[in-house]
């Protein structure tokens, strides 16, 4: 059975807040393949890429070769800092920057955002983290490497992928909206299992499927408007 890892947030996490409802891709896959799944519901791509070298860093390379990899790059704004109690609080940042979250860090995150957490630094973060995983794939089988915000123009410029690498033409933000006609931030809990309605789900387990078998290309216009969400 092939290996597969996955890193993430919520698109990917396994262990979904609310109770999952028919097909649902993140169980499904590991039915077909071996899996490790770290993916975290409210982290960012620092968290991942940290897991991601502590676990690479404790493989052979001889193994890693026959390691699929799948690393779904989240907003970088959510920082793995050692203040929080649990990491997916790197997802409130702003609610702890504007007190609204009692936390030693509270000024310090106000600062941050202030003065450094701007368009630019998720640029920035956006090619360091893509130029990352481009520079690992030459240890994997294959890498897909899908952000999970919106790609920004400045940032497609740069996307020279390798050979065993993979980039979607859209983001998972934009794959959810398309989903369900608009963006998820303003809910409280999406009802959606990792953000995707089930007709959705079918058609990212194929995606991924045929990608890991063929190195098909992930075809995003096969999403679908499914149905539109409540917000609160």
Known sequence: MDEL???GDS?????????????NWVDEITNKYSVLNLAKIGTGPDYSLDYLRRKF????????KDITLIFFSADPFRLNLKCYKDPMQSAEIYALAEGKIKNKATLFAKQLIDWYLDVDYKERCDLQYFATLKHMSQYFKQVLY????????????????ADNMFVPNQ????VSVQDCGHQI??????????H??????????????DWIENFSPIDT????FVAPLETK
């Not at 698109?11 to 097909?23: C, L, N, T």
């Not at 983001?171 to 934009?174: A, H």
């Not at 931030?185 to 990792?194: Q, V």
């Open 11 to 23: 698109f990917a996490d396994s262990y979904w807040p609310v109770e999952k409802q028919g097909f």
């Open 171 to 174: 983001s998972l933000v934009d």
């Open 196 to 209: 995707l309605h089930e007709e959705n789900h079918r058609i990212m387990y194929d995606q991924l499927v």
């Open 57 to 64: 860093l404790t493989t052979p390379k001889d193994k890693t």
């Open 5 to 7: 890892w996955i890193f």
């Open 146 to 161: 899908w952000p999970v915000p919106t790609i920004t123009p400045t940032t497609e410029n740069f996307l020279d992928v």
């Open 221 to 224: 216009s096969k999403f679908k």
């Open 185 to 194: 931030i303003g809910l409280n809990i999406d009802p959606r299992a990792n």
